[in-house]
Structure formats: structure tokens, C-alpha cells
């Protein structure tokens, strides 16, 4: 199946404006399949997810959380937990000041402790080609980091793979998806 699916969201479980159910129906309304969930752990409502289980939606919802992780200076990085599978996120370097070189070595320290999957070329939602290059040698994922509703679709990723939970993350770890915008950046 040909799917559309966010991997970096927030909602009113830390920072994000928008619930849980309104970040879902704002998705579903610009078709995507699937969302992941990734809130922030040190501003994390506790049972903020428990609303999931109840939720009315087509869309496939995956649990996460962005994790302030200490390597060298304080990074972020998302875990979205499948059924088995479990994809480790880089994110948006560019947000760290970090460098192209400078994001290589960080992704080897933290790789010491942590199985990285992916990394964001993106900083909410923008492109950045100087972090789109084979010298980083992960799966390079857009995505809109979306806190507000007017970031909601601006990068996201699209994929040929079963509607299911692992599928997705496993089409990810593989490299197996393109990465979409909504348009050129306006500055
Ligand atoms: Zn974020």
C-alpha cells in the first residue's frame, strides 16, 4: 500500500497546542496513514496517551516520546515504538548548532549506547540539503515537527509497504521511502 505518514508530532501532552484528537484529525485531514506520537519526556503529561486506545481513526497511531539525551551537550532524539520494531531518531542537528562533521561524531557517541535508525533533515518542516549527504550514513527522514497546527504537513514521508506498525519502521531502518514537501521554503 502506498502510505503517508508523519514521524515527528507534538500535541498538548508537552508543548505541542493541539490535542491528541485534534492533531489526529488534522492529519487525517490532509490524508495521511499513519502519526507518530512524540512528545517531549521532561514536559510529558503522565496518562496523556491513554486517550489513544480510545480514539475513532483509520490512521495508524504510534506511541513515542522525544528524549533529551545527554552526549557531549544535550541532544533530542525519538523513539516511536511499533508492535516489536523500535525506530531511534537523530534529530534536527541543525537545531543543535551542530555542523555536518560535528553531527557525525555525535551520531558515533551516541551510537556507543543507542541503535540509531534514522536522522531528520529537516528543521520544522524545512529542507536542509547541507545534512542530506552520504557522509551521514543513516536514513534521512523529513518531517514537520509539528507544534502548532499551521506546521501540520509541510515534510513528511511516504512509503510502499503493509499498513502495519513494524512494516512501516522496518521501510524506514531499510531507507525504503521518499521524502515530500509542501512547497519551497519562503523566507
Ligand atoms: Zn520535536
Known sequence: MHLKGALHVHTTCSDGTLSIKEAVAAHEALGFDFMALTDH???????????VSRL?????IFLGVEIMFHEKGYIHINRVEGDREVLHVFNHPSELGLTVPATIERIGA????????????TTRGFYLAEFDVPEIRLPK????DSHERHMIGR????????????AILKAIKAGEFWNCFAGSRHT
Open 110 to 121: 551516541v551510537s556507543q549506547k543507542l541503535r540509531l535508525d534514522a536522522v531528520e533533515i
Open 141 to 144: 527522514i523529513a518531517t514537520d
Open 41 to 51: 519526556d521532561f514536559l510529558m503529561r503522565k496518562g496523556c496517551y491513554d486517550v
Open 155 to 166: 515534510a513528511w514521508v511516504e512509503m510502499d509497504a503493509p499498513r502495519d506498525k513494524d
Open 56 to 60: 475513532r481513526t483509520d490512521m495508524i
